[in-house]
């Protein structure tokens, strides 16, 4: 069966990327390399603190919207995907890249965590991917592919992760049941797992220094992935090459998880 390729391979294709907080944002390198593969965009910023840092990236890439977005306000998400639908009419790529857990209880070991820390870490990191993905799936209306961001820490103990940890294996797992869920729809899910980056939200962890000399020393290429490496496994992911992959974690480390 022979399919037909678009030229640029996004051509026409449009993605919502909710998460740049500024150049050095995994879900910038998404947003490029969707670009640079002529996928349309949508870029959300966080409030006005973060749009003079987002607002220059929306610009460069050409994004048609450029909408605030902070998934805990009551109506803002509905809001975003309203903005999407009266522009387009249609989604073929979503990105979360976003997380957030109050700092006393991310850097107090999970033990000390508090319930409502937990809970305010699930909801922003975990859940609202899932209430993302119910207001993109009417949207996909030729299939599409969702993207969300874990880390190794969902499967192994890394010490200084913390809360994420057990909310980031959430994360995976709510990819892998939206992937079951809305695969009759042609809409495909995955869970990207990068190597340690430095980005903005890996600042907030203790000892960050460390996990990212480990892990060039333990990677089998000998080297730390970028942003760019994520964004154009992705933009491979969204294309009719992947369309028969759904469901998957995948790590863009380096090889890392391989590691004993």
Known sequence: MTIDIPRPILKASKALVIGIANEHSIAYGCAKAFRELGADLALTYLNEKARPYVEPIARALEAPLFLPLDVAVPGALESVFEAVSAKWGKLDILVHSIAFAPKEDLQGGLINCSAAGFATAMDVSCHSFVRMA????????????????????????????????????????????????????????????????????????????????????????????????????????????ARRLSGATLYVDGGVNIMA
Request: hydrophobic share 45%; proline share 6%.
């Open 134 to 241: 119910k207001l993109a799936a009417p949207l996909m209306k030729d299939g599409g592919t969702m993207f969300a961001m874990s880390y190794h820490g969902a499967n192994k103990v890394v010490p200084t992760y913390s809360v994420m940890g057990p909310v980031k294996a959430a994360l995976e797992a709510c990819c892998r049941y939206l992937a079951y869920e809305l695969g009759g729809k042609g809409i495909r899910v995955h869970a990207m797992s990068p190597g340690p980056l430095k980005t903005r939200a890996a600042s907030g962890l203790k000892d960050f220094d460390l996990l990212l000399n480990e892990a060039a020393q333990r990677a089998p290429i000998g080297e730390l992935v970028d942003i760019m490496d994520v964004g154009f496994t992705c933009a491979f992911l969204a294309t009719p090459y």
